[in-house]
């Protein structure tokens, strides 16, 4: 067992899969929840596995040893200053947040120094949401990205290799990052890709010389994976977008550029140019292939389907 009592706030698809993979890893000696939805709190009773499950989060977070924050990424600060004088002092705070530089400076203002703040964030998911889209293998063989603050202090480094050793119980690698470069890395990796699916699916909905109904009946492969990913929660993606507006505007003017040297050799018929760049990125996707990284969801033996999940973005 590594923490005594963790508590996680706001236990939709990644909160309820951090509670999951701790029971089933026995990380945790016992687990409460704080949700404001009263709907994802009776699921989560329903599922068995915390011993307390509220919509007080101040009471949630007592006695905890470790508290995650898996609310969307806008909530974190204000959840933060709701629970922060019932934290106990020594506890280890963490998120799992889709940005690190703002979702840390609003925990950080909002939390006292007598805790220990890691930020965080498991390279896992799906476009799923809610407790019951959780599932304990989620973070098996991905990446979590710890950014731990400048801090040197060897109890605070006790609180980040312990954080980690946690993740790794959960079956997870953890690699340690500057919150600005993982800014800049995920907003290549999965920001702009999301807002790139949400474009095209509002421009094919748009066109007026295309029916709904046409776009449906002849989606192929290429649209189809773009619906999915523009299905994802569009309130954690709101967030996302406004908590990350400076990479994200950084990579888009970059890919902007890029569209119009490829728009250029489309029109003058420079098909070495495509074929190219075709070429050098088809070997970016063998190298996810080899790194193991191609799906979301690796094949642990359950049937995803019944589950209502889906593959990772
Ligand atoms: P989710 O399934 O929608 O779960 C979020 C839960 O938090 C919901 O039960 C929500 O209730 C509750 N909540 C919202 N605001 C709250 C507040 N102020 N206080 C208490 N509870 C609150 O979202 P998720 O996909 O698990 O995402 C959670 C976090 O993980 C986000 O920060 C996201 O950036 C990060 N993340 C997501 C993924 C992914 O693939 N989904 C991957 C990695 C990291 P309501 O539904 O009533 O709002």
Known sequence: MIYSRMAVIGCGLIGSS?????????????????????????????????????????????????????????????????????????????????????????????????????????IAGTEQSGPAAGFAELFRGRWVILTPEADDRSAYRDAVNRLSDFWIALGAQVDIMDAAHHDLVLAVTSHLPHLIAYNIVGTAADMEEVTRAEVMKYSAGGFRDFTRIAASDPTMWRDVFLANRDAVLEVLGRFTED???????????????????????????????????????????????????????
Request: no cysteine; proline share 6%; glycine share 12%.
């Open 259 to 313: 569209l119009q040297a490829l728009s250029r050799a489309i029109r003058w018929g420079e098909g070495d140019k495509l074929f190219d760049l075709f070429t050098r990125t088809r070997d970016i996707r063998r190298g996810i292939v080899a790194a193991g990284q191609e799906s979301a969801e690796p094949n642990f033996g359950r049937d995803r389907a019944a589950s209502g999940g889906g593959p990772k973005p």
């Open 18 to 122: 951090v509670i999951r993979a701790a029971r089933a890893a026995g990380t945790v000696g016992s687990v409460a929840v704080g949700d404001a939805s009263e709907a994802h709190r009776a699921e989560i009773e329903a599922l068995g596995y915390a011993d307390l499950v509220t919509g007080d989060l101040a009471e949630a977070v007592a006695d905890a040893d470790l508290v995650v924050f898996a609310v969307p990424v806008l909530a974190m600060g204000p959840a933060a200053a709701t629970v922060a004088a019932a934290l106990k002092p020594g506890a280890t705070v963490t998120d799992v947040g889709s940005v690190k530089v703002g979702v840390a400076e609003s925990l950080r203002a909002a939390l006292p120094a007598s805790v220990y703040l890691v930020p965080g964030h498991p």
